[in-house]
């Protein structure tokens, strides 16, 4: 059996993680939410980078940049994608990095740049050829 490659163990960790971050919204988890969140986008941010250029990069920061370049050759326009890309980043850098008090209001904002940017990289990975069904149902739970 050969061993999956490093997109598809992206992808295989963000279903499993994926699984989990229903239960963390449902039972108001904040900050386990918006990093959560964050790592779902991260991990398939990852898969289409290493698709795309055979390399990933350890900085979040970097990984939004090279995607935002690689991303006008599949999609017309991208600012939509990367500004939620980046407004999640930022949520998950306070929820993570700072002593800032975060609410439901905060994971409202984490949803909904999450729901504005997963459709689009799922769209990207299945055109790859990659089955995301699995994702895709746990995602219309989440983004409804």
Not at 24 to 32: C, F, L, N, P
Not at 82 to 88: D, E, G, V
Request: glycine fraction near 2%; include cysteine.
């Amino acid at each position: 059996m050969r061993k999956p490659s490093y997109a598809e163990r992206c992808i295989i960790k963000t279903k499993r993680l994926i699984k989990e971050l229903a239960d963390e919204i449902r039972m108001g988890h904040v900050y386990k939410t918006i990093a959560s969140l964050w790592e779902v986008l991260e991990l398939l941010l990852r898969a289409i980078t290493y698709e795309s250029k055979r390399v990933t990069y350890e900085s979040p920061g970097k990984l939004i940049s090279v995607f935002a370049e690689l991303f006008p050759q599949v999609y017309k326009p991208p600012q939509p994608v990367i500004s939620a890309l980046n407004t999640l980043y930022n949520l998950r850098k306070k929820a993570v990095h700072k002593a800032v008090i975060l609410n439901e209001d905060s994971v409202y904002e984490a949803k909904l740049s999450f729901c504005n940017a997963i459709h689009t990289l799922l769209e990207i990975l299945e055109k790859e050829g990659y089955n995301m069904s699995a994702i895709r149902e746990k995602v219309q739970i989440i983004c409804t």
